[in-house]
């Protein structure tokens, strides 16, 4: 009720920039490893780019696909985070678990993206993984329990 939204007040919306700046920033972290392992493995293996124009010509050319792997799953889960925090400051439910639960967001992915593009051990990634999205189904759960109260 009420005491809700004071404490949500006091956080303050733009708190939630932290997070999705900082998801933002894995991202294009992970962009720059795809493009610095992409661009030396063609050079070395003297791959002509008009070779790898479309994915079926690609298909098995590369032989160091994680990064690549990994900013395509980038836009798979993180859509519905920003989604779910935008919302969360549309609809003024920014509070310490809102952040708390899009920080572990951020963290998991992070995590996640630091395994697949360095050694690539599945289970690992699959745990990594697994958490994020348990805490980003969270994430939503809360914000909606929040929004129909």
Not at 6 to 17: E, R
Not at 120 to 134: I, T
Request: charged share 15%; hydrophobic share 55%.
């Amino acid at each position: 009720g009420a005491e809700a939204r004071c404490l949500m007040t006091a956080i303050g919306a733009s708190s939630m920039w932290w997070p999705i700046a900082a998801m933002a920033l894995v991202t294009c972290c992970v962009w720059v490893r795809l493009y610095v392992v992409r661009i030396g493995e063609m050079r070395r293996r003297r791959i002509a780019p008009q070779s790898v124009a479309t994915s079926i010509t690609k298909a098995g050319r590369y032989e160091d696909v994680r990064a690549s792997d990994n900013f395509i799953n980038l836009f798979e889960l993180p859509v519905m985070f920003y989604v779910g925090a935008l919302a969360a400051v549309q609809f003024s439910l920014v509070d310490t678990a809102t952040l708390v639960l899009a920080w572990m967001f951020v963290i998991g992915r992070a995590v996640h993206s630091i395994i697949q593009c360095s050694y690539n051990r599945v289970m690992h990634r699959f745990h990594a993984y697994a958490a994020g999205g348990f805490v980003l189904w969270a994430l939503w759960g809360w914000l909606t329990w929040h929004l129909l109260r």
